[in-house]
């Protein structure tokens, strides 16, 4: 059974950064893909940023490109969200989520398990 656990998530101040991380089990992950999500207060979920778990390619949502870096240790299941220059917008509960079916365009809306979110609050 995968799981996915975030932590990391915690108030800031606009323009600082904050690190997210997500323990990852149950699975050697290979094929798969994992990312980020986020839910802002009174909005859908959306997708943030993906990456293919072994080859590495990634694909960052428009509004956080050049400002949020994922990365992952393979070696410990761990995914990372380096965030800088936050900003308010950014607000939100933050969601590791992977897929088993692979990297593709469905890594944006098709996610097959999900962690329970970690809440980022940035301050204007």
């Known amino acids: 059974q995968v799981q996915l656990v975030e932590s990391g998530g915690g108030l800031v101040q606009a323009g600082g950064s904050l690190k997210l991380s997500c323990a990852a089990s149950?699975?050697?992950?290979?094929?798969?893909?994992i990312g980020w999500f986020r839910q802002a207060p009174g909005k859908e979920r959306e997708f943030t940023v993906a990456?293919?778990?072994?080859?590495?390619?990634?694909v960052y949502a428009d509004s956080v490109k050049g400002r949020f870096t994922i990365s992952r240790d393979i070696a410990k299941n761990t995914l990372y969200l380096q965030m800088n220059s936050l900003k308010p917008e950014d607000t939100a509960v933050y969601y590791c989520?992977?897929?088993?079916?692979?990297?593709?365009?469905?890594?944006?809306?098709?996610?097959?398990?999900w962690g329970k979110g970690t809440l980022v609050t940035v301050s204007s």
């Open positions: 990456v293919n778990w072994m080859g590495g390619s990634t």
């Open positions: 149950g699975s050697t992950f290979r094929g798969y893909a």
């Open positions: 989520a992977a897929t088993s079916k692979g990297w593709g365009p469905h890594v944006m809306t098709d996610m097959d398990y």
